[in-house]
């Protein structure tokens, strides 16, 4: 399992004084960019130079508790189907010094983003996938 730590802003907060849930969505990218740092150049290079991205199509979320500003937020990633075009990620959020908040599910598929179609996922990224498989 993978895990990418960051605190929330406050910028990120709404008037409730609590994260805007579309919030968790860029935490989500974050750790994935961060995830698939490991590849040569990181995941930077696997979208600008080589033209593969991993978008995705399909994301479930649930919410269990909120976040404030100034917490910090751990987020757990873990590849939980490796497929020969797509994958699917778990991402379990957590709050320092307490439970479980948010879990999404996510879907990506390899496209060629020259040509928008689904390729077959390159090796290194199947790698990091199934370093982290459940």
Not at 29 to 36: K, P
Not at 86 to 113: I, K, P
């Amino acid at each position: 399992m993978f895990e990418h730590r960051r605190q929330v802003a406050f910028h990120e907060v709404d008037a409730a004084g609590i994260v805007f849930f579309p919030w968790f969505h860029v935490y989500l990218h974050e750790a994935m960019d961060a995830f698939f740092g490991g590849l040569e150049g990181g995941y930077a290079r696997l979208i600008n130079e080589r033209r593969v991205g991993l978008p995705a199509v399909r994301l479930v979320s649930d919410f269990r508790a909120p976040l404030r500003y100034g917490d910090t937020v751990a987020v757990r990633v873990e590849a939980t189907r490796v497929g020969e075009r797509s994958l699917s990620l778990r991402y379990a959020f957590f709050r320092d010094g307490g439970g479980e908040v948010a879990a999404f599910e996510q879907v990506v598929v390899a496209t060629d983003l020259a040509r928008m179609c689904s390729v077959p996922l390159p090796e290194d990224v199947r790698s990091v996938a199934l370093a982290h498989l459940a």
